[in-house]
């Protein structure tokens, strides 16, 4: 990918630059997004001004189809603020780099009025199918689908039943229907990422021709109905690698901003006679987190340098590492929440209030363990299975 679009442009660092100056104003926001359980319009207006969504959108659509580090950087600066609204904006941008995967067809039906438009998701393959004349009838109820209410379609996950055949995630797609096929349920009511407003959506007996579906093994494999029209290198990564590095990342982001609190805990309590900026164990937890962090943020960015130079260069990406580079993604909810854990206990009495920075933070890193991308024990098996020999049972990698 040519500099022009690299995390070293002039756009990136402009990107960044906005990113960065929005930080204050979305660490004051925070507690109304979840006093609503919802990011608050303003801010949604201010990543669509800033050009945050068209980090990963085709060009053909005035997006800026740059390198992935690019907005994963961008996600970070936003989730250090305020976790829901890196959340928020990290998976649902994300769809619009996964809809330059569908046949160019439904990114028509989705863009050609207003290429701002968003898409929010739900990938669990809840769905009922039922194949048609041109398509599917679907039916279901999805829970978490983050930012639902500022989206105007949604990706929702089911299995195409074969007849005789047992259920097979090999036979899963996503399904793309428009908002007035669905209802927005409000569920939403949590002890962390409350902002998400990540709701239930319910869909009865709705019609999706088959442009408006994209299969698993597709993005599994990188060849995708898109890649006749966006030939970057960055539409032919996996799909699994791109989503997850999303959700990780809130976290990742989370847990600076949780280490920011921390210090400004540490600088202005007093314990006794002694400043705890002062305490060992203090200065040793921080130094801990601060690493960590840094570790983390390291092995990230490596492995999409590796996944982005192979794709460049059309050649695939090893299976055996791309399981471990799934279980790299999935780890960073545990450890973020690890130590945030660490920092709220050292924070002492002052932590436990509400209001507390620390535990607004820890509550949210915790939240994030939840998601299916966040098991380490799913991407574990299957990267030790490897190790031991075993075929891969992962087609969302």
Same mark, same amino acid.
């Given at each position: 990918m040519s500099s022009e679009y690299s995390l070293g442009s002039p756009r990136a660092q402009q990107l960044l630059a906005s990113a960065e100056a929005m930080q204050p104003v979305l660490r004051e926001r925070a507690a109304q997004a979840a006093e609503i359980r919802r990011i608050p319009d303003e801010t949604i207006q201010q990543f669509q001004d800033a050009g945050f969504f068209k980090i990963l959108q085709p060009e053909q659509w005035g997006g800026y189809a740059m *390198?992935?580090?690019?907005?994963?950087?961008?996600?970070?600066?936003?989730?250090?603020? =305020?976790?829901?609204?890196?959340?928020?904006?990290?998976?649902?941008?994300?769809?619009?780099?996964?809809?330059g995967l569908f046949d160019d067809q439904a990114a028509q039906d989705a863009w050609a009025d207003d290429p701002t438009t968003l898409i929010s998701s739900s990938y669990a393959p809840v769905g009922k199918v039922k194949k048609v004349d041109g398509g599917y009838k679907l039916s279901g109820q999805w829970g978490f689908s983050s930012g639902s209410e500022h989206c105007e379609w949604v990706f929702l996950g089911a299995v195409v039943p074969e007849e005789g055949a047992p259920f097979d995630m090999k036979n899963y797609r996503t399904f793309m229907v428009p908002r007035a096929d669905y209802e927005i349920i409000d569920t939403w009511h949590v002890v962390g990422l409350q902002g998400t407003g990540s709701q239930d959506v319910k869909v009865v007996d709705a019609f999706v021709p088959e442009?408006?579906?994209?299969?698993?093994?597709?993005?599994?494999?990188?060849?995708?109905?898109?890649?006749?029209?966006?030939?970057?290198?960055?539409?032919?990564?996996?799909?699994?690698?791109?989503?997850?590095?999303?959700?990780?990342?809130?976290?990742?982001?989370?847990?600076?901003? =949780?280490?920011?609190?921390?210090?400004?805990?540490?600088?202005?309590?007093?314990?006794?006679?002694?400043? !705890?900026?002062?305490?060992?164990?203090?200065?040793? #937890?921080?130094?801990?987190?601060? =690493?960590?962090?840094?570790? !983390?943020?390291?092995?990230?960015?490596?492995?999409?340098?590796?996944?982005?130079?192979?794709?460049?260069?059309?050649? *695939?990406?090893? +299976?055996?590492?791309?399981?471990?580079?799934?279980?790299?993604?999935?780890?960073?909810?545990?450890? =973020?929440?690890?130590l945030s854990a660490k920092m709220l206990k050292a924070s002492g009495s002052k932590g436990i209030? #509400?209001?507390?920075?620390?535990?607004?933070?820890?509550? *949210?890193? /915790?939240?994030?363990?939840?998601?299916?991308?966040?098991?380490?024990?799913?991407?574990?098996?299957?990267?030790?299975? !490897? +190790?031991?020999?075993?075929?891969?049972?992962? /087609?969302?990698?």
């Amino acid at each position: 990918m040519s500099s022009e679009y690299s995390l070293g442009s002039p756009r990136a660092q402009q990107l960044l630059a906005s990113a960065e100056a929005m930080q204050p104003v979305l660490r004051e926001r925070a507690a109304q997004a979840a006093e609503i359980r919802r990011i608050p319009d303003e801010t949604i207006q201010q990543f669509q001004d800033a050009g945050f969504f068209k980090i990963l959108q085709p060009e053909q659509w005035g997006g800026y189809a740059m *390198d992935p580090q690019v907005f994963y950087a961008v996600q970070l600066k936003i989730a250090e603020a =305020c976790m829901s609204s890196g959340w928020v904006l990290g998976v649902v941008a994300v769809h619009n780099w996964q809809l330059g995967l569908f046949d160019d067809q439904a990114a028509q039906d989705a863009w050609a009025d207003d290429p701002t438009t968003l898409i929010s998701s739900s990938y669990a393959p809840v769905g009922k199918v039922k194949k048609v004349d041109g398509g599917y009838k679907l039916s279901g109820q999805w829970g978490f689908s983050s930012g639902s209410e500022h989206c105007e379609w949604v990706f929702l996950g089911a299995v195409v039943p074969e007849e005789g055949a047992p259920f097979d995630m090999k036979n899963y797609r996503t399904f793309m229907v428009p908002r007035a096929d669905y209802e927005i349920i409000d569920t939403w009511h949590v002890v962390g990422l409350q902002g998400t407003g990540s709701q239930d959506v319910k869909v009865v007996d709705a019609f999706v021709p088959e442009h408006r579906t994209h299969k698993l093994i597709d993005g599994f494999s990188t060849n995708n109905p898109g890649n006749a029209v966006n030939k970057a290198p960055l539409y032919r990564l996996p799909f699994g690698q791109v989503f997850v590095r999303a959700v990780c990342t809130g976290s990742l982001g989370a847990l600076e901003g =949780c280490l920011s609190a921390f210090i400004e805990v540490a600088i202005n309590r007093v314990v006794g006679p002694n400043k !705890m900026s002062n305490d060992l164990f203090a200065r040793k #937890l921080a130094s801990e987190v601060k =690493c960590a962090i840094e570790e !983390m943020k390291t092995v990230m960015y490596k492995n999409f340098d590796d996944m982005m130079a192979l794709a460049s260069e059309g050649k *695939d990406i090893v +299976l055996d590492d791309r399981a471990r580079y799934r279980y790299d993604s999935a780890v960073v909810a545990d450890r =973020c929440a690890d130590l945030s854990a660490k920092m709220l206990k050292a924070s002492g009495s002052k932590g436990i209030f #509400l209001g507390s920075q620390v535990l607004a933070r820890h509550l *949210d890193i /915790m939240a994030s363990q939840a998601h299916v991308a966040n098991n380490t024990n799913i991407y574990s098996n299957n990267l030790g299975g !490897m +190790l031991f020999g075993a075929d891969n049972i992962d /087609m969302n990698m």
